[in-house]
């Protein structure tokens, strides 16, 4: 993408799965660098960067992204050289057989194996314990030489522009939000309130980044950005004359989602309401979730120290948890503008 | 006491969105207490006193609710999910308020049939809000939180409200501020609290920065009394339940037996709670900070989680009296 999301495909290439996010931050780092007062990272790995505001005494908003993602880790060998392999983070076992995988720091290629149709007629699901990958090593000795226990393993996907609008890639979950991020950071102005960016790690594995980050950062309010699943997929269950009518959650290219609750957290209503409000003046389209459903770092930040209203702003993504998530170029660019509105607009005693 | 009870029990304030019930006890606290502010959860924390021992007395604002998340296109019908933990054998037919008074109709497809029996997922039901006029009339969008909706009702000494859960901890909690009239040597931070039904969220901060010596929470918990029930040793009218353990909180033995002792001395009923389902805020207070000795004092409660939740004010009197021996004494643990 060219201006705004210029980060999006570097991003979304790079791998950095919970516990393991050093090469996303190195870009989020040369990404940022320059465009705020102050840059540290924190010792559980996330970045907290400070872009001070311009009013007196100015608000204290905490934007956080969370720069891991979903994937799987080398749990042992087999004698022929086939990898033993568990799941980080929310994986279905439906997407693993025949997926591409890079595996560890020098990211070797592999393919989860995969029983063709004439072996497999009952079209059962196979669960991750039987599953192997197969990286061409033909002895265990070999596979050692490559790879080690406790080695991430990613999806093996390569950013691609779909259409005009439309951009496939892995980890929109929560690339997406580190590049937004990035871009209220790297714009050319400041805003009236301080800008405390969260870059977190681990949210994956349980909202571990966050809780440390908004501990520390102890701010007024807090924004969430991330992706979401768009549902915007057939339903089997309408009616086919009915296939028009759209699926009770968010669709691709209806604006940037605001969460009313999800399962970790009430969204604050004041701060909710604002964000409607400020999406409506701004002309901005916007959608509504509320599935009690997934969570984000938000149910982690809005119980720490005193209390943080906290809302979740969220790009709807088709095919999340997938090495092809697709997103619409005009919920990001819809998704910034409302984020911005939000930082311009937003006073003390909205909350 | 029974027009508070009135005026807290029939008050609107599900999960996230307590402010009602909070301005409602502000007013009610207001003559009584040294100082109120609100924390960045929505808690009311209530400051009464300025003594070297501090306590923490939480009771919860909210209730379990419904949070319609998708309006059906054709028919208005509202889809909803769930804030707190509601029972699907109770809803249908069920009345919700919305916050602008519209009171709708909960129920599930094909309920005098096959799903008699069988409805068990939340995705099933829906909510009628039409108006005669239109289906939904509009006024109802996708993100209006709802209540159950009863008025309540009275049974000789027995009680019965929409939510008892945890209005009446709230009226405890209120009851002991006024008979105090701030004649404690302790500092007490009475805690209205948020989102209890959610997952002790509001509890979490409600402490936070105080430095409390020990903690109260003040909630509802079942009893064993009726027929074919699991065995609970806790019965409507056997006096306040002091707490001993549940699920996420295994009271420390020396806040038990402060709790204990105090009764016998007072001559108050109180009988000794073990619950196996469910906690209360004590639960996440007692890991604030550096970790705070915390107990609960329970009101017995018949149908909890239902729209005829049932106590008898026997025993909240027995709670409120029990609370202000402990607050209106030196704490000693």
Redesign the interface.
């Known amino acids: 993408m060219t201006g705004n999301g210029h980060y999006l495909k570097e991003l979304s290439e790079t791998i950095g799965l919970s516990g393991n996010e050093d090469a996303v931050r190195a870009v989020v780092l040369r990404a940022i660098e320059g465009h705020a007062d102050s840059i540290r990272i924190d010792p559980m790995g996330s970045v907290t960067a400070i872009k001070r505001g311009t009013g007196e005494n100015p608000l204290r908003v905490m934007i956080a992204a969370h720069m891991d993602e979903v994937g799987f880790m080398v749990m042992g060998f087999d004698g022929d050289g086939l990898i033993r392999f568990t799941a980080i983070g929310g994986l279905e076992d439906r997407l693993l057989p025949g997926l591409r995988v890079r595996i560890g720091d020098q990211q070797v290629r592999g393919v989860v194996i995969w029983t063709p149709i004439h072996k497999n007629r009952e079209q059962t699901v196979a669960k991750i314990a039987s599953l192997r990958i197969d990286i061409g090593a033909t002895s265990k000795d070999e596979a050692q030489g490559k790879i080690k226990r406790g080695d991430r393993i990613a999806f093996d996907s390569e950013f691609v522009e779909l259409s005009d609008k439309v951009l496939r890639g892995k980890s929109f979950d929560d690339r997406v939000g580190c590049s937004l991020l990035i871009d209220v950071l790297r714009g050319d102005h400041a805003y009236p309130v301080d800008v405390l960016a969260a870059f977190t790690v681990q949210e994956e594995i349980g909202l571990r980044g966050a809780q440390v980050a908004a501990r520390t950062l102890d701010p007024d309010a807090a924004l969430v950005l991330e992706g979401t699943r768009a549902n915007d997929v057939p339903n089997p269950l309408d009616e086919p004359d009915e296939a028009n009518e759209p699926n009770p959650t968010t669709r691709m290219g209806a604006g940037p989602v605001l969460t009313v609750i999800d399962a970790n957290m009430i969204a604050h209503p004041r701060l909710l309401a604002f964000a409607r409000a400020a999406a409506e003046s701004e002309g901005i389209p916007y959608q509504i979730k509320g599935r009690a459903v997934g969570g984000t770092d938000g149910g982690a930040i809005h119980v720490v120290n005193g209390g943080v209203p906290t809302t979740v702003i969220s790009m709807p993504c088709r095919y999340i948890h997938t090495p092809s998530a697709l997103l619409h170029r005009d919920d990001y660019e819809h998704g910034l503008r409302l984020i911005k509105a939000i930082l311009n607009g937003l006073r003390r005693d909205v909350l | 006491m029974k027009d508070l009870i009135q005026k807290l029990v029939e008050a609107w304030g599900p999960?996230?969105?307590e402010?009602q019930v909070r301005d409602l006890i502000r007013e009610e606290a207001a003559p009584y207490v040294d100082e109120m502010r609100v924390?960045?959860?929505?808690?009311l924390i209530c400051r009464v006193g300025n003594g070297d021992k501090k306590a923490v007395i939480a009771a919860h604002m909210d209730e379990i609710g419904v949070?319609?998340?998708?309006v059906e296109?054709k028919s208005g019908y509202l889809?909803f999910?769930?804030?707190g933990g509601l029972l699907h054998t109770s809803m249908v037919g069920a009345r919700v308020r919305f916050e602008d008074g519209t009171v709708g109709v909960i129920c599930t497809h094909d309920y005098f049939g096959a799903g008699r029996t069988t409805v068990t997922d939340l995705n099933d039901f829906f909510i009628d809000v039409s108006d005669g006029e239109s289906e939904n009339g509009g006024k109802i969008?996708?993100?209006s939180p709802a209540t159950f909706w009863r008025t309540l009702e009275t049974r000789g000494t027995r009680l019965i409200s929409k939510a008892m859960d945890d209005r009446i901890g709230c009226v405890v909690a209120l009851e002991a501020i006024k008979r105090l009239n701030r004649n404690t040597p302790n500092t007490l931070y009475f805690a209205f609290t948020v989102?209890e039904e959610?997952?002790l969220?509001?509890a979490?901060?409600a402490a936070?920065?105080l430095d409390a010596d020990v903690a109260i929470a003040l909630d509802v918990t079942a009893t064993g009394d009726f027929p074919r029930n699991s065995k609970m040793d806790v019965r409507l009218g056997g006096g306040a339940a002091i707490k001993i353990h549940d699920m996420a909180h295994i009271v420390p033995a020396a806040v038990r037996d402060w709790m204990i002792a105090r009764a016998e001395a007072d001559g108050i009923a109180y009988q000794r709670e073990l619950l196996t389902l469910g906690s209360t805020d004590a639960a996440a207070i007692q890991l604030t900070g550096t970790g705070i000795p915390s107990g609960t004092i329970s009101i017995p409660c018949r149908f909890v989680h239902t729209v005829s939740e049932t106590v008898d004010v026997r025993d909240v009197e027995a709670c409120v009296r029990l609370l202000v021996g402990l607050t209106a004494n030196p704490i000693t643990l």
Request: aromatic letters at 10%; charged letters at 15%.
């Open positions: 999960s996230g969105y402010h924390d960045g959860m929505g808690n949070m319609p998340t998708f296109p889809r999910t769930n804030l969008p996708a993100g989102q959610v997952g969220r509001g979490k901060t936070f920065g």
